[in-house]
């Protein structure tokens, strides 16, 4: 137990750098962090001792990033969170009372250009509710192809209300 303590002392600093550096919420990767020596810890007995203590425990690092990452996948990645919070929790409740500018017509304005199959794709996801993993199901496309193409749609209503609000108010 005390030479397990003392890798973990040795090895936690750059353990933590290397989650902060790739995850924005640092107690999520502190909480991370803690997870992997846990495991560590759970798998010593696995440990051969061919790429070195620091080498496997990079590699538990990344198995455990690469998870959080996945998990997270559904949640909007990128774009304007804002901009979510308007389509996932209906823009009139959301703004009911409230002098936004204009952001909800910009928004309307904004989704009326896109038609067809994209639009098809942000009424299952944001009117009807479907996950983007059911929608893969469905449409027998990669859930991650779904969830780019999610992110990118995104992207372009937040640039498209963005360009709206910055001409309204010149």
Known sequence: MDAFGDLVRLHEGWVRGFLRSRIRDWAAADDL?????????RR???????????????????????????????????????????????AESFLAGADEGGALEALRECLGKIDGPSRELLDRRYVTGK???????????GYSALTMQLHRLRELLADCVERKMEASES
Not at 33 to 41: D, G, S
């Open 33 to 41: 962090a803690q997870e992997v020596f846990v495991t560590a810890f």
């Open 44 to 90: 010593v007995h696995t440990f051969n001792g061919e790429s070195g203590f620091e080498g496997w425990l990079r590699g538990i690092a990344v198995n455990h990033l690469r998870n959080f990452l996945r998990k997270r996948r559904e949640q909007a990645i990128g774009g304007n969170d804002e901009l979510q919070v308007l389509i996932d929790q209906g």
């Open 131 to 141: 996950t983007v993993r059911e929608m893969a199901a469905e449409s027998g496309r």
